[in-house]
């Protein structure tokens, strides 16, 4: 009954209790958040198997005739609300061991984002969206800076200058909205849309975009990611890349849909503008020599893809592009959470580093090299499936620049990807010592590798999650009515 | 160059929001209306502000404290753990002494505006920054050894946990009377009599635990950012 | 109100133009602060009704024709306190990053790293 609101309550009241309970007993803090991570994710699978059935509409406070705040669980929303699930609950197990700097405040700041990003995810509102943002925005610089090393500081400033700077964006383009509708619920903002002034509906979507593009690395204000990633905790770079950024994009994609539907002006503009990022990405990824700031870029280019998807405004692009969106943040939380393995063992983070590292650990390694030939796009693994979605759908609409670009960027990613598999797999200069790696580092690793194949080999799985998602997005009126309760 | 650029930059984007604003059209803004001439009856709370941020709101405001929560906790791991001098200027004692009167009545007004935030000017926010601010003039005149030792450090984290958490629970009293969380004005609650101290269900409760929440967080950030190594 | 949409527009605009060309974390830090006073001023600017009064009622209500809009004045509420939250957070990142490098300028940061 009341388990869609526990989604975003459940990791807030856990984060909030959590210094509380460490004044009793240091012990019960790890505790306490395994029984809170492990009940957050059973009680998101029993939302979204719901949702699917049919969308779930959720008043807080009671106040129906949209006065209050509504969370909407939509097939979208399920499907944000499911990835958050999986690999938050992944990186959460993990960092019992990989953490061991400033523990209670990591868990703390973990639950925070883990329950603003949920509340992005699901919320029906669109100053609440913007509340939630901006918990999400914090809780990143801080997980950023908590190293506590010169290039985490750096990192976290950069960070914090971009984010500001797009939060103060977002907020001036929801107060315009705001004063031209009357409203801040997204059924009645976007049915009285329509009819303010030109000018005013342009300027918001640019402030929207600059706003959220600065969040999710559209190409010219990529600049901040490498520098964060580097500092940053790999933990924290699995979430960021897997949700955080993730969920900027579905804000984005969220708002433009109900807002200004996908008129093929704002459509032309998101294929080419995905295009040119995905290409300038991955140009930048294969000049990198630090595996971190390779990853950033590949992560950057990813968001192209979606973008490119998205833009095409068709029913095969959303699907394409939201498949790719649950994808990439399995692919990439693999590819971070062995990239933090690799440096917990011998400290490796340069690609040079990992020399030798294919035959001291293989099982690591293998996992490792799976998830990167699935963010490739080779057969059999699920990001050629994506991949191959979205140049068929780009293919159907006639943009024939745009479908021939994709497999060009997948060479590209091909040459980088080559070069840290090689490096894995050739002999070191000489005798490497690896720590004893402990179970809880390498079991969600494994799992969210093995996830990339099996979703390769049976891609139905998800299909059923994600064939709803256009009903919504597309077609705007119905996700008017299923909030108005019509 | 990069001045020149910058420039161009701010004037096409100042250019563009004064254009916008000027051509800013308005909207019927049924919500408001709903709000002010329902808000008071349906929430008892003659301060509509308060009614918006506390009751139709609240998860914003939710969502509000644990802004503060989550800079408060980054702040204090952030800054060094010893406790150093603060550039010390001495204050002679008449500062001592007036800081030291001016206290208990600091004290009241914080109170005041935190107890009657739903029908006078006011709310957790404004009076819990008062109650912030004692500890804060403790810290100035005083020096931050005395100030943390009058209030220590782990009672305002505990302080500050325990005002998030009430936050949270008095949003599941909803749940418990058969509604959705936060519910107040359409749960079962008597919302009593507008305009009395003790009306409007639980928004008086929860703005005393958001100001709790902000004197504790806000001393905290302040105490951390003074010390120096 | 065109005066005040005016000085919003300049206000943001100078805000901007502090980040992108000073060298001083200080000084972006209130850049920023100057961008976000110019939103808050844009929520009241919204918000007035001429001849509006204040949206706190009396106890017999209703006693008003005329009551500003109280919705943009709960969001600005909501917008000061994330934007002092950050700011607080900004300054704490600028003192982790003087003790380590003893300069606020970032060239010299720059420079020193190498």
């Known amino acids: 009954m009341d388990t869609p609101v526990l989604l975003v309550v459940l990791p807030l009241l856990t984060a909030f209790s959590l210094g509380i309970i460490k004044t009793f007993s240091k012990k019960l803090v790890k505790a306490v958040t395994v029984i809170s991570a492990t009940v957050h994710l059973a009680l998101i699978i029993s939302v979204v198997r719901e949702a699917m059935q049919s969308p779930i509409v959720y008043h807080l406070g009671d106040w129906d005739n949209l006065l209050g705040i509504s969370l909407v669980i939509d097939s979208f929303s399920a499907m944000m609300a499911l990835l958050v699930g999986v690999l938050s609950y992944g990186v959460i197990i993990y960092s019992l061991v990989y953490v061991d700097f400033h523990e209670l405040k990591y868990y703390v700041l973990s639950f925070l984002l883990i329950a603003g990003v949920m509340g992005m995810s699901l919320t029906g509102d669109l100053f609440n969206l913007y509340v939630f943002f901006e918990i999400v925005s914090i809780t990143s610089y801080a997980l950023v800076a908590i190293k506590e090393e010169e290039a985490s500081f750096e990192g976290a400033f950069k960070y914090l200058v971009m984010g500001m700077l797009s939060g103060t964006f977002v907020l001036l383009a929801i107060i315009l909205t705001y004063q031209v509708t009357g409203a801040l619920n997204f059924a009645q903002v976007a049915a009285n849309f329509g009819d303010a002034p030109m000018l005013v509906r342009q300027t918001i979507f640019v402030f929207f975009l600059i706003g959220f593009g600065t969040k999710f690395c559209l190409v010219p204000l990529h600049a901040w990611l490498p520098d964060v990633y580097c500092g940053a905790p790999a933990s924290f770079n699995a979430l960021s890349s897997g949700i955080v950024i993730k969920a900027s994009l579905y804000a984005f994609i969220r708002i433009v849909f109900l807002l200004f539907g996908m008129t093929a002006g704002i459509g032309q503009i998101l294929i080419y503008w995905g295009v040119i990022t995905f290409l300038v990405a991955h140009t930048l990824a294969y000049q990198q020599e630090s595996l971190k700031r390779l990853l950033g870029y590949s992560s950057i280019a990813q968001i192209g893809y979606i973008l490119l998807a998205i833009g095409l405004g068709t029913e095969s692009g959303i699907i394409a592009g939201s498949y790719h969106i649950f994808n990439d943040g399995l692919m990439k939380a693999t590819l971070f959470l062995g990239v933090g393995i690799f440096s917990y063992a011998v400290g490796a983070s340069k690609i040079d580093d990992l020399r030798g590292l294919g035959f001291s650990m293989p099982k690591i390694s293998f996992a490792f090299v799976i998830a990167t030939l699935a963010i490739i796009g080779l057969p059999p693994f699920n990001g050629f499936i994506s991949k191959w979605l979205i140049l068929q759908a780009a293919w159907e609409t006639e943009y024939i620049v745009a479908a021939f670009f994709i497999p060009v960027g997948s060479l590209l990613s091909l040459a980088y990807y080559l070069k840290v598999i090689k490096a894995l797999y050739s002999r070191p200069e000489r005798e490497i010592e690896v720590k004893p790696i402990d179970w809880k580092l390498r079991v969600p690793t494994y799992v969210l590798s093995a996830a990339c194949l099996v979703m390769g080999i049976i891609p139905g799985l998800s299909l059923a999650l994600i064939e709803n998602i256009p009903k919504f997005l597309l077609d705007s009126s119905n996700y008017i009515n299923l909030l108005l309760g019509r | ?229 | 109100m065109e005066q005040t949409f005016l000085a919003i527009a300049v206000l943001f605009g100078l805000g901007l133009y502090i980040i992108l060309t000073h060298q001083n974390l200080i000084k972006i830090a209130m850049g920023i602060g100057v961008m976000e006073s110019a939103i808050i001023l844009l929520f009241i600017i919204l918000s007035y009704r001429p001849g509006g009064t204040a949206p706190i009622l009396d106890a017999d209500a209703q006693a008003y024709d005329l009551i500003v809009d109280p919705i943009p004045q709960a969001l600005s509420l909501t917008a000061i306190v994330i934007g002092a939250g950050t700011t607080a957070l900004m300054l704490a990142l600028i003192i982790k990053i003087y003790n380590r490098y003893n300069t606020l300028y970032i060239d010299e940061i720059k420079k020193l790293k190498g």
Do not use: C, W
Not at chain 2, 106 to 131: E, R
């Open chain 2, 1 to 229: 160059m990069r001045k020149f650029a910058s420039l161009i930059i701010v004037v096409l984007l100042s250019g563009l929001l004064l254009m916008t604003f000027l051509s800013l059209s308005t909207a019927d803004y049924d919500l408001s209306e709903h709000y002010i001439n329902h808000g008071a009856e349906e929430t008892k709370a003659l301060n509509l502000v308060t009614a918006i941020l506390f009751d139709y709101r609240a998860f914003d405001t939710l969502g509000e404290a644990t802004v503060v929560f989550a800079v408060a906790s980054t702040i204090a791991f952030l800054v060094p753990k010893r406790t150093a001098s603060m550039i010390s200027a001495r204050f002679s004692i008449i500062m001592q002494q007036t800081t030291s009167l001016l206290i208990p009545f600091l004290f009241m007004i914080g109170a005041y505006i935190i107890a009657y935030g739903h029908i006078s000017p006011g709310g957790g926010f404004a009076g819990g920054v008062i109650l912030a601010v004692i500890t804060i003039l403790i810290t100035v005149t005083f020096g931050i050894r005395y100030s943390d030792r009058q209030v220590r450090p782990e009672i305002k984290s505990f302080m500050e946990s325990f005002g998030a958490m009430g936050f949270v629970l008095l949003g599941f009293i909803g749940i418990v009377l058969g509604g959705n969380f936060l519910a107040n004005a359409n749960s079962t609650l008597d919302l009593g009599v507008k305009g009395e101290l003790i009306s409007s269900g639980i928004i008086p409760h929860i703005n005393l635990m958001t100001g709790l929440k902000v004197a504790a967080g806000l001393s905290i950030m302040f105490n951390s950012l003074i010390k120096e190594e």
